[in-house]
């Protein structure tokens, strides 16, 4: 059994989750559950981040006390949990007591490394990050479109620049293997260019108070990014008095797979990287960066007013359907986009007409016939189940891919249905074939839907069983 260690980054909880964020969680569900079946020991990490300077000023727009706005906030987040059937086995809060212990140990894991100087920079708050002035878009931060403050004060420094052969190596060799190679391509870039020295604290003034403070100096709160990266050890024990899982799933253990989002791969491929190796702790294995999710070809913005809400697309399509549409429409490593036209499509033709269907008219058929399932399978069934089992279990990280070999199948057994046309058959024992044959195949579906559709997978499994069909997609 190996141990396998599996994470989510940790959103911003200045606002209620969108789309993208459910995304990021059902991709990583998916590994979860599949090494599971596998046998393995897994170790499935969500959480928020709730230390960031644009939380407090997101409270201070509302008027609300920045805890109670975070925490309202975060349980938008850890309900997604039940919601889309998330299997995480841990969720933690920057704003939890093991957490600020970790990220104080880590500081000082790190203490020789970091240094104090007099700083004047460009932050966009929005990205929690400074800019160089090349950087910039017309004076604008790139993502945000809004020009950064000029921020001047005493602060802290990571020497980022001691690391950058290092991380080098580790980045080409794939020590830290990025996915895909589009992604180390620019990390690699991004090092050419010569890292620099980064700040990893602001003044306790400017951040009011909100924060984790530096070991050893109340008026310097680490940076939102310092602290936040360290919650993937913390929430293993890592600076507390039980450091047990800390080393079973991470310092002794190679399988460790951080799932994020394109717009943050500096900071883990980079940053996080220089971190653990000024600590000696060891660094993660895999780097499983996804891209954004538009919608009508535009990324997702609450000033243009097209956000999607991943509560109320669940409550009118269900669990499933909603996570058949992000793991089948959107590329696994690339951008896809949303339109409530293109859902309603997959979900018409793929779940309703197509899964769903096949289902229940075999069900019926099998009722109605009086046939008795019988375990001689014929060859050509035999092989065309081995060959699509083997290729999802080969690349089942792609996850669209995945999803079609599964959904070539179902197309394999409706084509076989109309080419045989059992319901004009009267011979019992041809029929009996014809039917063993689809209960084979759609037994191996519902196995291979389980990391990916697991309450379709049951109902699959349970119809199966009784030969009582229920629709599992209701025709919209």
Known sequence: MNKVFISTSIPYVNASPHLGHALEL?????????????????????????NSLKNVRSAEKTGENI?????????????????????????????????????????????????????????????????KEEDLIDGLCPDHKVAPELIEEDNYFFKLSDYQDRIK???????????????????LSFIN????????????????????????????????????????????????????????????????????????NRFHSVYWLAMLLSAGITLPKTLFVH??????????????????????????????????????EI????????????????????????IGNLLSRTIAMIN???????????QAFIDKNREIKEKVEDNFIQFNESLNEIWELVSFCDKYIEEKKPWAIDDEN??????????????????????FLPETAKKMEEQIKTLKAEPLFPRI
Not at 169 to 187: A, G, H, L, M
Not at 334 to 340: A, E, H, I, K, S
Not at 430 to 435: A, L, Q
Request: charged residues 30%; hydrophobic residues 35%.
């Open 331 to 354: 590329p696994a490593l690339g951008d896809g986009d949303f339109t409530f036209e293109k859902f309603e499509r997959r979900y018409n033709s793929d779940l309703a007409g197509g």
């Open 193 to 264: 260019s010569g890292l620099q020295d980064f700040c990893i604290s602001r003044t306790s003034e400017r951040a009011k108070g909100w924060g984790i403070d530096v070991p050893a100096d109340e008026t310097q709160k680490m940076w939102v990014w310092f602290d936040a990266l360290s919650n993937y050890i913390n929430a293993l024990g890592y600076g507390s008095n039980d450091e047990s899982k800390f080393l079973d799933f991470w310092q002794n253990n190679d399988f460790k797979i951080h799932v994020i989002g394109k717009g943050i």
């Open 26 to 50: 059902v991709q990583a569900d998916v590994i979860a559950r599949h090494y599971r079946i596998m046998g393995d020991d897994v170790f499935f990490l969500s959480g928020t981040d709730e």
């Open 67 to 131: 805890s109670d706005f975070v925490y309202k906030n975060y349980l938008n987040f850890y309900n997604l949990k039940d919601k889309l059937n998330i299997s995480f086995d841990d969720f933690i809060r920057t704003t939890e007591k093991r957490h600020f212990d970790g990220a104080q140990k880590l500081w000082i894991a790190c203490k020789k490394d970091i240094y104090k100087k007099k700083y004047s920079g460009l932050y966009c708050v929005g990205c929690e990050e400074y800019y």
């Open 430 to 451: 041809e029929n009996k074939i014809i039917f063993s044959n689809i209960i084979y195949s759609l037994k191996n579906i519902s196995q291979m839907l389980k990391p």
């Open 291 to 328: 891209g954004y999710i538009t919608v009508d070809g535009q990324k997702m913005s609450k000033s243009l007013g097209n956000v999607i809400n991943p509560y109320e697309l669940i409550e009118k399509y269900g669990t499933d359907a909603v996570r058949y549409f992000l793991l089948r």
């Open 368 to 378: 109605k016939k009086g046939v008795v399932i019988d375990e001689e399978i014929e």
């Open 169 to 187: 190596e580790i980045i080409e060799k794939d020590e830290v293997k990025i996915i895909p190679q589009s992604r180390k391509n620019e990390i």
